[in-house]
């Protein structure tokens, strides 16, 4: 069955690097994706990457998939408080419905 | 300027009264979704369509109920069957296929008075 699995918060200083981790369970060729979500808003694509990937990356962002753990990171370097947001890592099954399977989120607050 | 529209932004339903969420769509994507969020929970899926005058459950249906009459609209009922509907409810719009990201509208906050 499908499950994503994320911590659910995540606290750094303004200028460091963010590291969100996630994990899920299907072994299909999947894609997975980063959403951003702010207070009160809809989701926001932030990147995806494909299962025959290892890593990919956007300017300041970075996606890291361990195939063999199945472990997706999403590293932000020199984070900003305009980061401060919820996280969602989700996951979409080759042969399926194709649907996005979200995890619950993760609550990045960047502080001072 | 092409996305999606979801009003209203804040709505109040009393009890035993159904109330309808508006969905919105100028992208031309066949597929669209309604999800439920609910603090420290993720997305759960309601309904969703994959063409017009078709919809299925998802996880969530019961006490919802949805139309699909046109590509661009989505439109969601939250019955009084649904005791406990308050929640962000969240409309997506897709191309079908695995590589299609979701577009997401701004969201419906949800509240019991």
């Known amino acids: 069955g499908e499950d994503v699995e994320q911590s659910l918060f995540l606290s750094v200083r303004e200028g460091d690097s963010s590291v969100i981790n996630c994990t899920y369970t299907d072994s299909s060729s999947t894609y997975l994706y980063w959403y951003k979500q702010e207070p009160g808003a809809g989701l926001q694509l932030l990147t995806y990457i494909f299962s025959n990937m290892d890593m990919k990356q956007d300017q300041r962002l970075t996606v890291l998939l361990n195939k063999k753990d199945k472990h997706l990171s999403l590293r932000i370097a020199d984070t900003q408080t305009g980061d401060s947001a919820i996280y969602f890592c989700a996951e979409s099954i080759e042969g399926g419905s194709y649907i996005p399977t979200f995890g619950r989120g993760t609550s990045l607050i960047v502080h001072p | 300027d092409g996305g999606i529209t979801q009003s209203p932004k804040y709505l109040f339903r009393k009890e035993g009264q159904n109330v309808t969420l508006s969905c919105e769509q100028n992208?031309?994507?066949?597929?669209m979704y309604w999800y439920r969020q609910d603090p420290g929970q993720g997305l759960r899926l309601i309904y969703y369509?994959?063409?017009?005058?078709?919809?299925q459950k998802g996880d969530i249906a019961e006490g919802y109920s949805v139309s699909r009459e046109k590509k661009e609209s989505f439109p969601l009922t939250v019955t009084s069957a649904q005791k406990n509907p308050t929640a962000f409810y969240l409309c997506?719009?897709?191309?079908?296929?695995?590589?299609?990201?979701?577009?997401f509208g701004p969201g419906t906050r949800l509240l019991v008075l």
């Open positions: 369509s994959q063409i017009v005058n078709d919809f």
């Open positions: 997506a719009s897709s191309l079908p296929g695995r590589k299609e990201t979701q577009y």
């Open positions: 992208l031309n994507h066949d597929a």
